[in-house]
């Protein structure tokens, strides 16, 4: 991504900028031709100059996704949005006229427009505008690829676009008009709204039918007494690219935003024995629509689920912490603020030792890795065994001679740490799951707290 030049003052500024991409059609951005787009930013007070240029960047990025290229950018400091336009009447006419000098075919804003004020800026813009929003729900529905994930893409759309639609004429109305009758277009916009009502409907009874064989699926690992792992973080951070490097499950990885969308679980045997379930998740992004975290509420369960959060972070991009805290903002929203996390940052190899070495001085208990070259990833192992074990308790048994079967169902369910043979049977020391001590309380004499045996 280049850039030509750049221009700031207090009230507003303008820059160039350009990106290639080739997709498809599929979604929101008409991809049937290379479309030309315009961003526009908007810097509100407590915003730095710095985190509008990273929001750009990250916009031009998505929209280099989508399909298309964005050829040209604005920026306007503003105290509040305007609810008419967002930018206000005159900034929307200045980008109006630097569309046309750009020769775009649609304006993208960076934070999320109302129906009204799309509809108004659109009167102004004469040409398509579109938000972050609508970019975001455009990959996805290019990256869906599951019978679940598309139906979740699709209620996303069908949500933002309902209250976006409107009447569009004479030429589209059932009734000519007169007294009784709704007027011209009327009549054919109540009609598109019961479709996309009656989809919704379907779409939402279908995923609900979809949660309920997830759950079942989640039942069923609990059963087998495996911890769980979710690897969460920033889209692009290298999630997939470490789950294939650890079990081989040849997850599609490309340099792009939202590569994947779909869940993916795989086994993975650590170097203490143990055997765990890791799941790659979607990536989080900044300003995270609403409609999309609620429509794959059902995927994002496992995260919350997760005996483990490994929250892999690009230790080489331009702000790790802020990605940091777009995720953790998001885990919260879903409920998965509490459960445990290891923070490991990727791309050791690509990023200057000295910026590592401070991002893990500032993040105790962090590590550094590159699942590219897997430099670094038998520490990653080693230490997700640690936290899972400080999860479990240390129990003491003392089972009898005659059953030699609640022997080795401790070196099943669990981790044998002391065997000791005895004149009354067999001492045991053990760790053990909150399932496994249940089943076999009646043996144990003692338990121990985890952290006592790391």
């Known amino acids: 991504m280049t850039k030509p030049h750049e221009h700031?003052?207090?009230k507003n500024s303008h820059r160039g900028g350009f990106g290639e991409f080739a997709g498809e059609s599929t979604g929101l951005i008409d991809r049937s031709f290379r479309e030309q787009i315009v961003l526009v930013g908007v810097q509100f007070p407590g915003a730095s100059?710095?985190?509008?240029?990273?929001?750009?960047?990250?916009l031009a990025q998505l929209v280099d996704t989508a399909g298309a290229d964005p050829v040209d950018r604005v920026i306007q400091k503003r105290e509040a949005p305007d609810p008419a336009t967002y930018v206000g009447r005159g900034k929307a006419t200045e980008i109006q006229e630097t569309s046309d000098d750009a020769d775009a075919d649609t304006v993208v804003?960076?934070?999320e427009l109302s129906p009204a004020q799309q509809f108004n800026l659109e009167k102004i813009l004469k040409r398509t505008a579109l938000d972050r929003t609508a970019v975001i729900l455009d990959i996805f529905a290019q990256n869906a690829t599951t019978l679940e994930g598309k139906a979740q893409v699709e209620l996303a759309q069908?949500?933002?676009?309902?209250?976006?639609?409107?009447?569009?004429?004479?030429?589209?109305?059932?009734?000519?008009?007169?007294?009784?009758?709704?007027?011209?277009?009327?009549?054919?916009?109540?009609?598109?709204?019961?479709?996309?009502?009656r989809r919704l409907a379907k779409l939402e009874k279908d995923l609900t039918g979809l949660r309920r064989t997830r759950k079942n699926q989640r039942k069923s690992r609990r059963r087998s007494r495996f911890h769980t792992v979710a690897i969460v973080g920033y889209t692009n951070a290298g999630k997939s690219t470490l789950l294939n490097r650890l079990t081989g499950a040849e997850v599609l990885v490309e340099d792009r935003l939202f590569a994947t969308l779909d869940a993916t679980t795989r086994r993975l045997q650590l170097p203490g024995g143990e055997t765990v379930l890791v799941t790659d998740t979607v990536g989080f992004i900044q300003k995270l629509p609403?409609?999309?975290?609620?429509?794959?509420k059902s995927t994002l369960e496992e995260v919350a689920e997760a005996d483990l959060l490994l929250h892999v972070v690009d230790g080489a991009g331009p702000d790790p912490e802020g990605q940091m805290n777009a995720v953790r903002s998001v885990l919260r929203e879903i409920g998965a603020g509490d459960v445990p996390e290891l923070l490991a940052f990727n791309k050791s190899d690509q990023a200057e030792k000295e910026g590592f070495d401070h991002l893990l001085y500032r993040h105790e208990g962090s590590l550094?890795?590159?699942?590219?070259?897997?430099?670094?990833?038998?520490?990653?192992?080693?230490?997700?065994?640690?936290?899972?074990?400080?999860?479990?308790?240390?129990v003491e048994l003392r089972i009898p001679w005659s059953r030699g079967d609640v022997v080795a169902a401790v070196h099943r369910e669990g981790?044998?740490?002391?065997?000791?043979?005895?004149?009354?049977?067999?001492?045991?020391?053990?760790?053990?799951?909150?399932?496994s001590r249940e089943l076999l309380s009646e043996f144990i004499e003692h338990i121990h707290s985890g952290e006592q045996y790391d």
């Open 8 to 10: 700031r003052d207090e």
């Open 415 to 435: 981790e044998v740490l002391l065997e000791q043979h005895q004149e009354e049977g067999t001492l045991i020391q053990a760790r053990l799951d909150e399932v």
């Open 109 to 111: 804003f960076d934070d």
């Open 368 to 394: 550094s890795f590159s699942a590219r070259t897997g430099e670094g990833l038998d520490h990653l192992l080693a230490s997700i065994g640690d936290r899972l074990r400080s999860l479990t308790s240390v």
């Open 49 to 58: 100059d710095d985190q509008v240029d990273a929001n750009l960047d990250e």
């Open 290 to 296: 609403t409609g999309l975290v609620e429509a794959f």
């Open 158 to 197: 069908l949500k933002y676009r309902l209250p976006r639609l409107r009447g569009r004429g004479d030429q589209l109305s059932q009734q000519g008009g007169g007294i009784g009758t709704r007027g011209p277009g009327e009549t054919q916009l109540e009609v598109d709204r019961r479709r996309i009502q």
